[in-house]
């Protein structure tokens, strides 16, 4: 791979080993110099994990047992997202930064060495898999006091490009299927890190909500002839009810079915499969919409909303045109001292209850003043 | 239907209708008798909700809106859930009770009025269904203070009974296609009363996970002539590593792929499709390791539990010969401090990463002394 790489806007791009041999990626706007050393002794890296297979629903579960003791909460001092100032040696060994991504330190998924194949998924005797993957941080600022929300709409250019590359880069490896970038926010849904940042899951295996999104297009395809998701979309528009934001390039809206008493999706106008299909405008127009939406979340309850924000794209080698980029941001939060939580009807059935109208919450956003 | 019935081991059932017209039944060994009046003034009923197609991935939303109002850890002494004593009408007329089922006072789905059909799932067109359906609340005892572990066996074989009775009456109505007797414990999974409870979900829709379930059964035994379910028992007797208690009728076993901390199937060795398929064999057996399993469960960090303890059933009138009936109780507990949440990779792209090896909380719920 390029160490250094210039992408769209002038933003650029400089990759650095870190002590451990795993890389940390620096997007820049101004073609800053990222040459400040992993000072920290080396850590064995933890074992590749196992995939198996569930048979009752022929689903895969990643098991990643070295992650039960990672690091929960620390406090603002020992935060290992912050860069490295001083004698506390983070994972960012430069003093300042506008985004960076590096591979994740305990990784839920790994790349494969040698050989790699998934088994075939065929029932209770199925082989066991090896979690093969990759899992990388992306930290959005280097104020660990921020949110999403309070970002300049520069840093949110950048983390889209940030997004974007890594989406790129990722879909090069043969054992990667799919790649979503996410962001959970709030102690409610378990975030032991409040650092404003995010993750980015590349499997190798289609996750299964995905693939239930796939085998639903494929079956309006075949019989409609047409893209799902451009059709909802569509609704979306036709319906108006629903919508909380819009501009030139992307539209955001409460579907309508949504599952969670505050869910939105952000989709652009000009259908795409993937972060890598935004044109130049789109990516220009992406930062006003996102922090509108993100600003409007925090401002129903005027309280920080628990949410987990992310991005669906078609997978890397199928589906190609059938699947479409899009934004989802959920929040579990439906009123400012209650949660709705999944439980036996959601949990282990699968079926989803809404406490709320989505039109209802789609007023409620469309009344924040932003 | 029967007013009063003879069930199975001498217990009776005595139905008493509510104040508003709700149908509550009391489940008894002793052939009580039964006839105190619901003294509350009458309340309106809440409207049927609606059915939303989520189109992307082709399952029904129900749409619940008067449940944000409901009821939320009251104390004690203002438990809707304990017998009627002196000024304090309940929900339960009585001053004392074994086990009582009620229909839920705000139930996500409820019986449809006229003409009711599903529409068919198509698109993100789908005309707007009603949530029909039929919720219940199963009360195991008049203690408030007491668990399901605590129960003795003679109580668990009523509250056996109990929900084999539902399963058979509620299996009777046209609109009802699935039905799930489950219980949610613990503040940490939302639970709203405290008071020892479970409840029971009649759906007139496949649940989507019971739906994928027997997409799965139905694909293996096309291609193995086998019943899906009973090779996974197989498996997990042949593999022996990760039984927890079995008696001459029942097993429980944590999961070759366990999505949860800890997580506990219990089945009848001798496989059925739903509770009233239970032979009166199995039936006398469940009460020994029911209360085994849940004590193991409890045992594990010497503190109450969080879990969801779901009755895994094969549909009313479809898969009868492909699902087995079956008992998941999953804990998102962890460890003493901490949760599993669902996050962005289970929660927005459906793939579950596993902590914990299941071999490791296997072991774990063996080696408790109970």
């Known amino acids: 791979m390029a160490q250094s790489k210039k992408l769209s806007a002038g933003i650029t791009r400089n990759n650095r080993e870190m002590a451990d041999g795993r890389t940390i990626r620096y997007y820049d706007t101004a073609g800053q110099t990222r040459t400040a050393p992993d000072l920290r002794p080396v850590e064995t890296q933890p074992e590749i994990g196992e995939l198996r297979l569930d048979p009752l629903v022929n689903e895969w579960v990643a098991m990643a047992a070295h992650r039960q003791g990672r690091i929960f909460l620390p406090p603002k001092e020992l935060c ?10 983070t994972e960012v060994p430069e003093s300042d930064f506008e985004v960076v991504v590096f591979d994740n330190r305990s990784p839920s998924l790994r790349p494969p060495t040698g050989d790699w194949a998934l088994p075939d998924q065929v029932g209770p005797d199925t082989d066991l898999g090896t979690a093969a993957g990759k899992c990388e941080v992306i930290c959005f600022t280097a104020d660990h006091g921020k949110s999403f929300k309070d970002l300049t709409a520069s840093r949110v250019r950048v983390l889209l490009e940030a997004w974007i590359d890594r989406t ?26 409040s650092h404003p940042h995010g993750q980015i899951y590349a499997y190798s295996y289609l996750p299964p909500r995905v693939e239930k999104m796939l085998a639903a297009a494929k079956k309006y395809k075949e019989s409609n ?14 319906d108006n009810e629903r919508i ?18 505050f869910e939105i999706h952000v989709a652009p106008l000009h259908p795409v499969a993937d972060l890598t299909g935004l044109t130049d405008a789109d990516r220009e ?31 890397v080698r199928t589906g190609r045109d059938l699947l479409r980029l899009h934004w989802q941001i959920t929040s579990v939060r439906r009123a400012p001292g209650k949660l709705k939580y999944l439980a036996g009807s959601e949990s282990a059935m699968g079926a989803f209850i809404m406490d709320m109208r989505p039109e209802q919450s789609a007023a409620q956003l469309r009344e924040v003043t932003v």
């Not at 290992?80 to 040696?89: E, H, K």
């Not at 054992?175 to 102690?187: K, L, S, T, V």
């Not at 992406?286 to 992310?310: N, Q, S």
């Open 225 to 238: 002839g047409k893209v799902l998701f451009d059709e909802v979309l569509a609704r979306e528009i036709r």
């Open 80 to 89: 290992p997202l912050c860069p490295t100032t001083g004698q506390l040696l």
């Open 168 to 193: 790129e880069e990722l879909s090069l490896s043969p054992y990667i299927e799919h790649i979503a970038p996410f962001e959970n926010r709030g102690e409610e849904i378990g975030v032991t890190l």
């Open 285 to 315: 127009a992406f930062p006003e919409i996102a922090l509108d939406v993100m600003k409007r979340l925090d401002g129903v309850f005027g309280i920080e909303m628990a949410y987990i924000a992310a991005w669906h794209q078609a997978p």
């Open 244 to 261: 909380i934001s819009r501009n030139d390039r992307w539209i955001a809206f409460v579907p309508y079915a949504s599952r969670y008493p």
